[in-house]
Protein backbone atom coordinates (compact mmCIF):
# COMPACT_ATOMS: atom_id res chain seq x y z
CA UNK A 1 0.00 0.00 0.00
CA UNK A 2 1.22 3.22 -0.78
CA UNK A 3 0.65 7.00 0.67
CA UNK A 4 -1.57 8.63 -0.85
CA UNK A 5 -0.66 12.30 0.34
CA UNK A 6 1.45 13.22 3.67
CA UNK A 7 -0.73 14.96 5.80
CA UNK A 8 2.24 16.19 7.75
CA UNK A 9 4.32 17.48 4.76
CA UNK A 10 1.09 19.13 3.36
CA UNK A 11 -1.27 20.48 5.48
CA UNK A 12 0.89 22.23 8.68
CA UNK A 13 -2.07 24.76 9.18
CA UNK A 14 -4.54 21.98 9.69
CA UNK A 15 -2.32 19.90 12.07
CA UNK A 16 -1.45 22.67 13.99
CA UNK A 17 -5.02 22.52 14.95
CA UNK A 18 -5.23 18.86 15.91
CA UNK A 19 -2.33 19.36 17.58
CA UNK A 20 -4.06 21.93 19.63
CA UNK A 21 -6.60 19.30 20.41
CA UNK A 22 -3.05 17.19 21.67
CA UNK A 23 -1.94 19.81 23.61
CA UNK A 24 -5.12 20.61 25.33
CA UNK A 25 -5.62 16.82 26.37
CA UNK A 26 -2.10 17.04 27.60
CA UNK A 27 -3.07 19.54 30.07
CA UNK A 28 -6.45 18.35 31.03
CA UNK A 29 -8.19 15.34 33.62
CA UNK A 30 -7.39 12.30 32.16
CA UNK A 31 -4.19 10.68 32.42
CA UNK A 32 -2.03 10.17 30.16
CA UNK A 33 -2.18 6.14 30.34
CA UNK A 34 -5.87 5.68 29.74
CA UNK A 35 -5.77 8.40 26.82
CA UNK A 36 -3.40 6.36 25.39
CA UNK A 37 -5.81 3.15 26.06
CA UNK A 38 -8.60 4.79 24.38
CA UNK A 39 -6.43 6.20 21.53
CA UNK A 40 -5.44 2.69 20.76
CA UNK A 41 -9.21 0.79 21.18
CA UNK A 42 -10.84 3.37 18.85
CA UNK A 43 -8.17 2.66 16.53
CA UNK A 44 -8.89 -0.69 16.64
CA UNK A 45 -12.42 -0.69 16.19
CA UNK A 46 -11.11 2.18 12.91
CA UNK A 47 -8.62 -0.02 11.60
CA UNK A 48 -5.68 2.79 11.55
CA UNK A 49 -2.77 0.49 11.21
CA UNK A 50 -0.40 3.58 12.00
CA UNK A 51 -2.65 4.99 15.00
CA UNK A 52 -2.06 1.12 16.67
CA UNK A 53 1.81 1.17 15.99
CA UNK A 54 1.99 4.40 17.56
CA UNK A 55 -0.03 3.98 20.38
CA UNK A 56 0.79 0.52 21.28
CA UNK A 57 4.45 2.19 21.29
CA UNK A 58 3.71 4.54 23.51
CA UNK A 59 1.81 2.49 25.66
CA UNK A 60 4.43 0.19 26.09
CA UNK A 61 7.06 2.93 26.69
CA UNK A 62 5.09 4.16 30.08
CA UNK A 63 4.76 0.52 31.19
CA UNK A 64 1.50 -0.81 29.77
CA UNK A 65 1.65 -4.99 29.70
CA UNK A 66 1.76 -6.75 26.55
CA UNK A 67 -0.86 -9.16 28.27
CA UNK A 68 -3.58 -6.00 28.28
CA UNK A 69 -2.99 -4.59 25.01
CA UNK A 70 -3.80 -8.14 23.37
CA UNK A 71 -7.12 -8.96 25.57
CA UNK A 72 -8.25 -5.06 25.22
CA UNK A 73 -10.70 -5.85 22.00
CA UNK A 74 -12.19 -8.39 24.50
CA UNK A 75 -11.82 -6.13 27.62
CA UNK A 76 -15.58 -7.15 28.57
CA UNK A 77 -14.59 -10.17 29.01
CA UNK A 78 -11.17 -9.71 30.95
CA UNK A 79 -10.82 -9.13 34.64
CA UNK A 80 -7.12 -6.91 34.26
CA UNK A 81 -9.12 -3.85 33.67
CA UNK A 82 -10.53 -1.55 36.32
CA UNK A 83 -13.55 -0.08 36.75
CA UNK A 84 -12.42 3.37 35.39
CA UNK A 85 -10.58 1.93 32.48
CA UNK A 86 -14.34 -0.06 32.07
CA UNK A 87 -16.51 3.18 31.49
CA UNK A 88 -13.97 4.97 29.24
CA UNK A 89 -13.61 2.24 26.99
CA UNK A 90 -17.89 1.74 26.67
CA UNK A 91 -17.66 5.50 26.06
CA UNK A 92 -14.98 5.70 23.87
CA UNK A 93 -16.51 2.96 21.38
CA UNK A 94 -20.20 4.43 21.85
CA UNK A 95 -18.99 7.44 20.60
CA UNK A 96 -16.89 6.21 18.08
CA UNK A 97 -19.57 4.26 16.32
CA UNK A 98 -22.22 6.51 17.44
CA UNK A 99 -24.48 5.32 14.37
CA UNK A 100 -24.94 2.18 16.10
CA UNK A 101 -27.73 3.42 19.05
CA UNK A 102 -26.03 6.44 19.65
CA UNK A 103 -24.98 6.96 22.75
CA UNK A 104 -26.96 5.16 24.84
CA UNK A 105 -28.05 5.73 28.44
CA UNK A 106 -26.47 3.27 30.33
CA UNK A 107 -23.22 3.81 28.74
CA UNK A 108 -23.53 7.57 29.99
CA UNK A 109 -24.91 6.67 33.34
CA UNK A 110 -21.90 4.03 33.80
CA UNK A 111 -19.03 7.03 32.87
CA UNK A 112 -20.77 9.69 34.97
CA UNK A 113 -19.98 7.02 38.14
CA UNK A 114 -16.29 7.34 37.27
CA UNK A 115 -15.98 10.28 35.67
CA UNK A 116 -16.30 13.93 36.58
CA UNK A 117 -18.39 16.43 33.89
CA UNK A 118 -14.93 17.86 33.09
CA UNK A 119 -13.92 14.54 32.24
CA UNK A 120 -16.15 13.20 30.54
CA UNK A 121 -16.03 15.95 28.00
CA UNK A 122 -12.10 15.66 27.75
CA UNK A 123 -12.75 11.89 27.59
CA UNK A 124 -15.01 12.76 24.58
CA UNK A 125 -12.41 15.21 23.05
CA UNK A 126 -10.46 12.29 23.08
CA UNK A 127 -12.00 10.25 21.61
CA UNK A 128 -13.05 12.69 18.66
CA UNK A 129 -9.65 13.96 18.12
CA UNK A 130 -8.38 10.07 17.81
CA UNK A 131 -11.51 9.74 15.44
CA UNK A 132 -10.34 12.41 13.39
CA UNK A 133 -6.35 10.74 13.40
CA UNK A 134 -7.30 7.93 12.12
CA UNK A 135 -9.79 9.00 9.68
CA UNK A 136 -6.87 10.98 8.10
CA UNK A 137 -3.89 8.55 8.24
CA UNK A 138 -6.69 5.93 7.03
CA UNK A 139 -7.76 8.13 3.78
CA UNK A 140 -3.98 8.90 3.06
CA UNK A 141 -2.58 5.76 3.86
CA UNK A 142 -0.17 6.72 6.09
CA UNK A 143 2.52 4.40 6.47
CA UNK A 144 2.93 2.61 9.87
CA UNK A 145 5.98 0.94 11.43
CA UNK A 146 8.70 4.10 11.80
CA UNK A 147 7.03 5.82 14.88
CA UNK A 148 9.05 6.41 17.91
CA UNK A 149 8.19 6.85 21.21
CA UNK A 150 7.16 9.94 22.37
CA UNK A 151 7.65 11.19 18.69
CA UNK A 152 5.43 13.67 18.80
CA UNK A 153 5.47 14.93 22.50
CA UNK A 154 6.93 18.07 21.95
CA UNK A 155 3.73 19.12 19.42
CA UNK A 156 1.55 18.50 22.53
CA UNK A 157 4.05 20.52 25.11
CA UNK A 158 3.44 24.14 25.67
Known amino acids: MEQRISAFEKAQGALQAMFGLGKYLAKGSIEKS ?3 LIEFRVS ?13 KDLRAE ?6 LYVLDAWRE ?14 AEAVT ?3 EGHVPDEVYEEAKKQFSEQELIDLTM ?3 TINSWNR ?7 EAGSYQPGQFASFAAN
Not at 136 to 142: E, M, Q, Y
Open 34 to 36: LLH
Open 97 to 99: LVT
Open 126 to 128: AVV
Open 78 to 91: APFYTDRERAALAW
Open 63 to 68: GETEQR
Open 136 to 142: LNIAFRT
Open 44 to 56: QINGCAYCLDMHS
